[in-house]
């Protein structure tokens, strides 16, 4: 706004200049030139300098967050103390270095997440955890927690696969997809997925046949997406159908770059 108030005043010189003389044209213009220019000039430099301050708030931004990561791992790693100070269930007493954990964006919203996953112990102690950082408070908070068995998507979309297996499914194993709220930075179940195997049973729980004409690949699978909370079950889809379902409404599975809990893994976090 500022520099296009210049410029009209530059062009009311100029116009001023024609109607007295005549030749004061020239000159009126070179002599306002300058100014124009050196405003141009401050204008970019208070820009480059805001670039620079922003970028090296970012930067310290996130040397707090990795320090804290750190921090985190390293209480998990000799404590077994969760961010939240829980302690973590010891039934078998594993190696922590059994453990696995990642630092990486995985709900893509430009900063980076730790997911912590505890699978050296009983089926029944197990658990995952993805944490983000909060810059205000210096502390840890919690996005998402579940059985360690997740799958990552490239649109923040995680599957995380139910710790039994009890139905219809077969060999295919029941999971939820969950999505990321960026507005509570955080994960909400979206979807139930689930499977009929009909080499286990050609008749339900209720009574009801296996769906074969919804089976249009005769591989004997039709899968479900189903709410959550078991509130509706969703129409029987074969494996074409659910592929492309999951194509175009999840993308492409994702792969986390997860390290062994190490003290030297946690020390050379970057």
Not at 48 to 71: G, L
Not at 96 to 112: I, L, P, Q
Not at 180 to 199: G, M, P
Request: glycine letters at 8%.
């Amino acid at each position: 706004m500022k520099k296009r108030v210049i410029t009209g005043i530059m062009t009311a010189l100029v116009i001023v200049s024609l109607a007295g003389c005549g030749a004061g044209q020239k000159e009126t213009v070179e002599s306002t030139a300058p100014a124009t220019m050196t405003e141009t000039v401050a204008a970019s430099q208070v820009e480059t300098a805001e670039v620079a301050e922003t970028e090296t708030t970012v930067q310290a931004d996130r040397a707090s967050r990795i320090k804290a990561y750190q921090a985190a791992l390293e209480n998990i790693y000799q404590n077994r103390i969760l961010p939240d100070g829980s302690e973590l269930r010891d039934d078998i007493s594993g190696e922590m270095s059994g453990n696995k954990f990642a630092v990486y964006d995985v709900d893509h919203d430009g900063r980076e997440e730790l997911v912590f996953c505890y699978t050296a112990t009983s089926m029944a102690s197990m658990t995952a955890k993805i944490y983000d950082y909060d810059e205000a408070s210096g502390e840890l908070y919690e996005e998402l927690s579940q059985f360690p068995m997740l799958t990552f998507y490239d649109n923040a979309t995680i599957g995380a696969g139910i710790s039994h297996n009890q139905g219809y499914a077969g060999e295919f194993w029941p999971y939820t997809f969950y999505t990321y709220d960026a507005a509570n930075d955080s994960y909400r179940a979206e979807y139930f997925v689930d499977a009929w195997d009909k080499s286990l049973s050609d008749v339900n729980y209720n009574g009801e046949a296996f769906p074969d004409d919804a089976d249009k690949d005769g591989d004997g699978i039709v899968y479900y997406l189903e709410a959550p909370d078991g509130s509706e079950t969703g129409e029987p889809l074969d494996r074409d159908a659910f592929d492309q379902w999951v194509s175009e409404n999840v993308g492409k599975e994702e792969n986390i770059p997860f390290q062994d809990l190490t003290e030297d893994a946690i020390r050379q976090i970057q």
